[in-house]
């Protein structure tokens, strides 16, 4: 149970801390695995402007469907696949499968633009700017329809890094974009210096509120600090009709969230671009 390491030193290990390095163990073991087994798939949710209901984009979020685990959040497995190394690949093939998607899309809805998440391992990697534009043109993507979520821990970390990386991605004619914004220690001066194109309000700003008194204040400020840098603005998170309107009359540009669309399988999005708006009432 216990062991010396070292002159004086008593490591003790209990029985929960093997059962979690098992767990883990266990788990990057089938991560490894899933990618030839074919059991991750992407669904895509809408990013919709406020002002007019339009569908502007979609967001690819990763799913894992393992037969033994059942589905395994991302929240759960892209940690591990981040410590493990997987993620290039595995970010490789979720750039490689979402360009393909929407370019087929486009061919209906011209205009329909790509977001998706990158993990801070790809962003450092030597060839993560090569492989991006190898994965758009094999998909016939146009970089311009394409913006990176970066999460602001992830830009943060190394701040001077990120924003020559970031750089060279925005000559591929790629966006960029600070993911969770609000969650992370931003400092205001390295926010302007950041070549970005988007800011998105992280959804504990969003959904956690009626959006009423301080939290809409906080919110209000986000929105005009993000105008006064030339950035496009989306709210994460909207979940019911009170917060949609509060932000449309904060002049928020765009909005993402279960009360304007739930993630969706590839088959259902063709009949969501169909609509002309997210955000009529329904009766
Ligand atoms: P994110 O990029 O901030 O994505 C937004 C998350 O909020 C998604 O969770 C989405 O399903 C969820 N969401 C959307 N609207 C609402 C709403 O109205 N209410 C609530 N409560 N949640 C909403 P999801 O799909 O579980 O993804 C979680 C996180 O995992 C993502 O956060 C992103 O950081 C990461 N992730 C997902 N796919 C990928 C990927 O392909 N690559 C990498 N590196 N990370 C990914
Ligand atoms: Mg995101
Ligand atoms: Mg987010
Ligand atoms: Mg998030």
């Given at each position: 149970?216990?062991?010396?390491?070292?002159?004086?030193?008593?490591?003790?290990?209990?029985?929960?801390?093997?059962?979690?390095?098992?767990?883990?163990?266990?788990?990057?073991?089938?991560?490894?695995?899933?990618?030839?087994?074919?059991?991750?798939?992407?669904?895509?949710?809408?990013?919709?402007?406020?002002?007019?209901?339009?569908?502007?984009?979609?967001?690819?979020?990763?799913?894992?469907?393992?037969?033994?685990?059942?589905?395994?959040?991302?929240?759960?497995?892209?940690?591990?696949?981040?410590?493990?190394?997987?993620?290039?690949?595995?970010?490789?093939?979720?750039?490689?499968?979402?360009?393909?998607?929407?370019?087929?899309?486009?061919?209906?809805?011209?205009?329909?633009?790509?977001?998706?998440?990158?993990?801070?391992?790809?962003?450092?990697?030597?060839?993560?700017?090569?492989?991006?534009?190898?994965?758009?043109?094999?998909?016939?993507?146009?970089?311009?329809?394409?913006?990176?979520?970066?999460?602001?821990?992830?830009?943060?970390?190394?701040?001077?890094?990120?924003?020559?990386?970031?750089?060279?991605?925005?000559?591929?004619?790629?966006?960029?974009?600070?993911?969770?914004?609000?969650?992370?220690?931003?400092?205001?001066?390295?926010?302007?210096?950041?070549?970005?194109?988007?800011?998105?309000?992280?959804?504990?700003?969003?959904?956690?509120?009626?959006?009423?008194?301080?939290?809409?204040?906080?919110?209000?400020?986000?929105?005009?600090?993000?105008?006064?840098?030339?950035?496009?603005?989306?709210?994460?998170?909207?979940?019911?009709?009170?917060?949609?309107?509060?932000?449309?009359?904060?002049g928020c540009s765009?909005?993402?969230?279960?009360?304007?669309?739930?993630?969706?399988?590839?088959?259902?999005?063709?009949?969501?671009?169909?609509?002309?708006?997210?955000?009529a009432v329904h009766?």
């Amino acid at each position: 149970r216990a062991k010396k390491e070292g002159p004086g030193k008593v490591v003790v290990y209990e029985p929960h801390m093997h059962t979690e390095a098992i767990n883990y163990l266990s788990l990057r073991t089938d991560l490894q695995r899933a990618l030839q087994e074919h059991e991750f798939r992407l669904q895509y949710q809408p990013l919709v402007r406020l002002d007019t209901g339009e569908t502007a984009g979609v967001e690819a979020l990763i799913r894992w469907h393992n037969p033994a685990r059942g589905l395994v959040s991302p929240v759960d497995f892209i940690p591990i696949a981040e410590e493990s190394g997987l993620i290039v690949e595995l970010g490789q093939w979720v750039l490689e499968t979402s360009a393909a998607q929407v370019a087929a899309w486009r061919r209906t809805h011209p205009d329909l633009t790509l977001n998706v998440n990158v993990s801070g391992h790809q962003l450092v990697h030597p060839r993560f700017a090569a492989n991006v534009t190898r994965a758009l043109a094999v998909a016939g993507l146009p970089s311009g329809a394409v913006t990176l979520e970066l999460t602001e821990s992830v830009l943060m970390s190394d701040p001077d890094a990120a924003v020559a990386s970031l750089a060279s991605l925005r000559e591929l004619g790629v966006q960029l974009s600070i993911d969770d914004f609000g969650t992370g220690y931003s400092s205001l001066a390295y926010l302007r210096e950041l070549p970005v194109d988007e800011l998105k309000i992280d959804r504990a700003f969003i959904a956690r509120a009626e959006l009423t008194g301080e939290d809409l204040a906080l919110v209000r400020t986000i929105v005009e600090l993000g105008h006064i840098l030339g950035l496009r603005v989306v709210a994460e998170g909207i979940e019911n009709a009170a917060q949609l309107e509060a932000l449309r009359r904060l002049g928020c540009s765009y909005g993402q969230g279960y009360h304007l669309c739930r993630p969706s399988n590839p088959a259902d999005i063709p009949q969501v671009l169909a609509r002309r708006s997210l955000t009529a009432v329904h009766p």
